[in-house]
Each structure stands twice: as C-alpha cells, then as structure tokens.
C-alpha cells in the first residue's frame, strides 16, 4: 500500500495562500486517484479536492471551488493543493489521500489509504 507523506501546513492570516505537498512512496502512483481532505475540530473529515490518476480531471467541494487547485507530478510521485484566499473556516487538518478507482471523487468512502495529515492555521 502506498506511504503517504503531507507537508507545507503552517499559519497564515485570511487572504493568505499555502502549498501543501503529499508525497506517496510504497506503490505505482500513477494509478491512484488523490484527493485532499480536511477535519477541523469537532466536525467530520471532508473532502474537499480530488485528481485522476493521470491529473485530467480534477474535483472540488463548493467551499473551496476557485481558491484551491489540485495537482500532481507522477513523476515525483507528488500531489499539490494550492490554497488561496484562505479563511479562518479553512482552518482544520489536511489529509491527503489515495484511491483505487483511479477517478476523482468528494466521496469519503472511496478514499483506501490516508496520510497522518498537516495542520492548516488561518487567522482573522
């Protein structure tokens, strides 16, 4: 199963942006779709982006639809959320995770491997 590794989470005011990295190691990469979620305290995990396998297509939860961009490198075995106009209720930990399915999805359940996660701190 794939090792997945977050970084890039940090503190930053409203408005700012943040580049959080998910580096896999363990399996092909290629074949997974990836997504990020996030859990602030006390609330469900969520996800809020999702990325095919070989990055056509991608998805976003309304929350965070044109401030947040997901990417990847297969060749790096890397995927990026980029975060923009952050607000305080971004606040929360990302987790970055890997799918079978190979195809982008907002559904928690088709996620089968999860990172330990980072902590994402936006202040007002």
């Known amino acids: 199963q794939p090792q997945l590794v977050e970084s890039g989470g940090g503190s930053v005011q409203a408005g700012g942006s943040l580049r959080l990295s998910c580096a896999a190691s363990?399996?092909?990469?290629?074949?997974?779709?990836m997504g990020w979620l996030r859990q602030a305290r006390g609330t469900e995990r969520d996800v809020v982006a999702g990325i095919s396998g070989n990055g056509t297509y991608t998805r976003y939860a309304d929350s965070v639809k044109g401030r947040f961009t997901i990417s990847r490198d297969n060749a790096k075995n890397t995927v990026y959320l980029q975060m923009n106009s952050l607000k305080p209720e971004d606040t929360a930990v990302y987790y970055c995770?890997?799918?079978?399915?190979?195809?982008?999805?907002?559904?928690?359940?088709?996620?089968?491997?999860w990172g330990q996660g980072t902590q994402v701190t936006v202040s007002s």
């Open positions: 995770a890997a799918s079978w399915r190979g195809l982008p999805s907002l559904s928690l359940a088709t996620y089968n491997y």
């Open positions: 363990g399996r092909a990469f290629s074949p997974y779709a």
